[in-house]
Nanobody, 115 residues
Framework: QVQLVESGGGLVQPGKSLRLSCAAS????????MGWYRQAPGKQRELVAT???????NYAEFVKGRFIISRDNAKNTVHLQMNSLKPEDTAVYYC?????????WGQGTQVTVSS
């Protein structure tokens, strides 16, 4: 089993920045992908960004140039630096870990962008 705990969400004004963190624990193997997804009210959950063990990252078009994903393999943590936030970025953000064809999810952290 794998447990994921997110932190760093909150209320922020448009144009400002926020940094999300996620710590993984449990049975974690050496090769896995971590990432962030989000779900806004009334919408489906969507991919925000992912990063492999080797550091290859993938971003959704709507966050390219604004968000940066990073990870610390020694600590099994992943971070999402969110810059130039927009009201449409408001959502619950979920941490994700994918290994051996199994998806694990955190409980989610709320991000609200509003003036």
């Amino acid at each position: 089993q794998v447990q994921l705990v997110e932190s760093g969400g909150g209320l922020v004004q448009p144009g400002k920045s926020l940094r999300l963190s996620c710590a993984a624990s449990g049975t974690i193997f050496s090769i896995y992908t971590m990432g962030w997804y989000r779900q806004a009210p009334g919408k489906q959950r969507e991919l925000v960004a992912t990063i492999t063990t080797g550091g290859t990252s993938n971003y959704a078009e709507f966050v390219k140039g604004r968000f940066i994903i990073s990870r610390d393999n020694a600590k099994n943590t992943v971070h999402l630096q969110m810059n130039s936030l927009k009201p449409e970025d408001t959502a619950v953000y979920y941490c994700n870990l994918y290994q051996l064809r199994v998806q694990y999810w955190g409980q989610g952290t709320q991000v609200t962008v509003s003036s």
